[in-house]
């Protein structure tokens, strides 16, 4: 004859109960940031799009962007794809919500295409059909935010933050 002692079940400990803090600060924040990084970085790659390789000696004498000799560089690109791949996590990670991966994107692309349509007084396009370094540009950035949304997707858990 056994006898079996039985415990009882522990309850799992009650959830704390959310406290408001500074989680809906920092999360507004975060897309503010965002945001402006998204139209920060976005007028740098509009302007380094026409970037040459006779610049880097033109720019030096107080010469515009773009008045250099030489083929055309493709600086930009390689900044929309990184740029934007760490403003897409940076609006995750700081909000922890999914959606905070919409407001620089929209920005970012509206301003792309507001650049290729809008002419100057010379009646040059700021980002101009005949420039494939700036097509380039803006198919790679808006691609870099579609990946890194794909990639949410696909997880389905949003990226880890490091402990604070």
Do not use: C, H
């Not at 962007?65 to 560089?73: A, N, R, V």
């Not at 349509?117 to 380039?136: H, M, S």
């Not at 990946?147 to 858990?157: D, E, M, Q």
């Amino acid at each position: 004859m056994s006898t079996e002692v039985s415990t009882p079940l522990e309850e799992p400990p009650a959830p704390e109960p959310k406290k408001p803090g500074w989680d809906p600060v920092l999360r507004v924040a975060g897309v503010v940031i965002s945001i402006l990084a998204a139209l920060i970085s976005g007028f740098l790659e509009i302007n380094l799009s026409t970037l040459r390789a006779g610049d880097f000696v033109t720019i030096w004498r107080g010469d515009a962007i773009g008045s250099g000799g030489g083929p055309l560089l493709g600086l930009s690109i390689l900044l929309a794809g990184g740029l934007n791949w760490a403003i897409a996590w940076f609006a995750v990670t700081t909000t922890r919500r999914r959606w905070a991966l919409g407001p620089p994107w929209a920005l970012w692309t509206l301003l792309m295409l507001g650049a290729a349509g809008v002419r100057t007084d010379e009646g040059d396009y700021l980002l101009g059909g005949e420039n494939w370094v700036a097509l380039v540009m803006i198919l790679v950035g808006s691609l870099t935010y579609a990946v890194y949304s794909y990639r949410l997707i696909l997880k389905g858990r949003l990226p880890q933050q490091t402990p604070r």
